[in-house]
């Protein structure tokens, strides 16, 4: 069954570092989304994006976050200027609508540690 | 704002008992109500879902219960097992492609040998 890809598994980082993390939705999908889950908490919205535009973001997206699929394949969320405050679980997901059933398929998560 | 408000936080259940999860939304635009189910370590992955034009919905042990009046929602898993064990979300979004998944705030359940 295909599936949603995404890499590193972990990643530590400073703070004020930039990091990039990479995701591999699964191929004829057209909307991929980023997720993330601070540790205990819900599973909070980011960005979507289809036809290489951003569609919505929420309040957490800000100036300091950005998205791109640079290659057709894989879809990358940076965070410009880290802050301890964005260490999370990072889910991205690619979604299918069929009929009256709208699946959002997610990656394993990249979780993201800030010192 | 919390758009989906889920309770209990925290279930245990014996074996072969029922596990019920309820979720409450306020946004009636919403008209897809997914339930997500979460492994430790892993994504969330979808494991059932409801339209408001049916007041219920039931999979294998799974079932959804909805409740379009009072804009409330749940979930019950019958003759639960311990593989059951994992992290439950509701979440609430529109149907249509590009709309995010709202999530609630999660249930832990346990189900006990």
């Known amino acids: 069954e295909p599936e949603v890809t995404q890499t590193p598994s972990h990643q530590v980082t400073q703070m004020g570092q930039e990091v990039i993390l990479r995701c591999v939705p699964i191929?004829?999908?057209?909307?991929f989304y980023w997720y993330r889950q601070i540790l205990g908490q819900k599973v909070e919205f980011l960005v979507s994006?289809?036809?290489?535009?951003?569609?919505?973001k929420s309040e957490i997206f800000d100036d300091q976050f950005s998205v791109e699929r640079p290659d057709g394949s894989n879809f990358t969320l940076k965070i410009r200027s880290t802050k301890l405050e964005d260490s999370a679980m990072y889910f991205c997901?690619?979604?299918?609508?069929?009929?009256?059933?709208?699946?959002?398929?997610f990656g394993p998560g990249t979780r993201l540690l800030v010192l | 704002q919390q758009q989906v408000k889920q309770s209990p936080q925290s279930l245990i259940v014996q074996k072969g008992g029922i596990s019920i999860i309820n979720c409450a939304y306020e946004?009636?635009?919403?008209?897809?109500f997914p339930w997500y189910q979460q492994f430790p370590g892993k994504g969330p992955a979808l494991l059932i879902a409801?339209?408001?034009?049916?007041s219920e919905k039931k999979e294998g042990r799974f079932t959804i219960s909805f409740n379009k009046s009072a804009k409330q929602f749940s979930l019950h898993i019958m003759d639960s097992q311990p593989g059951d064990s994992a992290t439950y979300f509701c979440?609430?979004?529109?149907?249509?492609?590009?709309?995010?998944?709202?999530f609630g705030k999660g249930t832990s359940l346990l189900v006990t040998p």
């Open positions: 946004n009636t635009a919403f008209d897809y």
């Open positions: 191929s004829n999908h057209l909307y």
């Open positions: 997901a690619s979604e299918v609508t069929s009929g009256k059933r709208k699946t959002q398929y």
């Open positions: 409801i339209r408001p034009d049916v």
């Open positions: 994006f289809y036809n290489n535009e951003i569609s919505e």
């Open positions: 979440a609430a979004s529109i149907l249509n492609s590009g709309y995010a998944l709202n």
